[in-house]
């Protein structure tokens, strides 16, 4: 699956062998109560940048997909957010780390308040890995658009830095966790969030297209 998801792209010069397939970005659905459907106009906003800046050819629309679901492995992209509590049991645990160490890439995005929820249940996914904030110098932020002070702040909340948070797995990527950044609400439609300018909402979108970039190409 890795070697496939290389050729997704064309960036520059570079040319794959075959035309660039349609892909779909999930969101994923969970238990324990907490809002998983949050930030509703993000994922389509994203894919519109993503299809105009980077060329890839996303479908317009988000998929919902349940943690425990084989259709997991459909999504090259997976999305999750919401403010409260998460819950996976083990099949949905298993089925998660099947998925990612099997060439997905899940983006977990606090919408404030995911934190405490978030970590023990990941814990689940892979016992063995812990989240690890990325250097400024990551790749993942040196992608098309270029943040050196790494992740950028999108909404403020208790006035904490912004942090970029990694799950590694044998030298690969599988988990980017952004905490107290709020990207997803830089990728709602424009004046959803009175406070966020569209030079905020463009930093979040770029930041959002990196993201996309660096998991089908890493």
């Not at 035309?19 to 949050?38: A, F, H």
């Not at 050196?148 to 948070?165: A, N, S, T």
Request: charged share 20%; hydrophobic share 35%.
């Amino acid at each position: 699956m890795k070697k496939i998801l290389v050729c997704l792209l064309i960036f520059g010069s570079a040319i794959c062998a075959f035309t660039v397939p349609t892909l779909t970005i999930g969101r994923l659905k969970y238990n324990g109560g907490g809002d998983w459907y949050s930030n509703r106009t993000a994922l389509p906003n994203l894919v519109s940048f993503c299809n105009k800046t980077l060329g890839t050819n996303f479908e317009a629309e988000e998929i919902i997909v349940e943690a425990g679901s084989a259709e997991t492995f459909k999504f090259p992209f997976i999305y999750m957010t919401g403010h409260g509590n998460v819950t996976f049991t083990d099949q949905e645990a298993a089925n998660l780390r099947k998925y990612l160490i099997g060439g997905g890439f899940l983006h977990i995005d606090d919408n404030y308040g995911l934190d405490k929820f978030i970590r023990p249940q990941m814990k689940k996914v892979f016992p063995e890995l812990s989240f690890a904030e990325l250097p400024v110098n990551h790749p993942l932020y040196q992608q098309k658009f270029k943040f050196p002070g790494g992740l950028p702040k999108i909404h403020e909340h208790d006035g904490k830095r912004p942090q970029g948070f990694a799950l590694i797995y044998q030298g690969r990527l599988v988990c980017y966790y952004t905490y107290e950044s709020d990207l997803g609400n830089g990728w709602e439609d424009a004046g959803t969030y009175v406070s966020d300018t569209e030079d905020t909402r463009l930093k979040a979108l770029k930041m959002g297209a990196n993201l996309i970039q660096f998991a089908l190409t890493q």
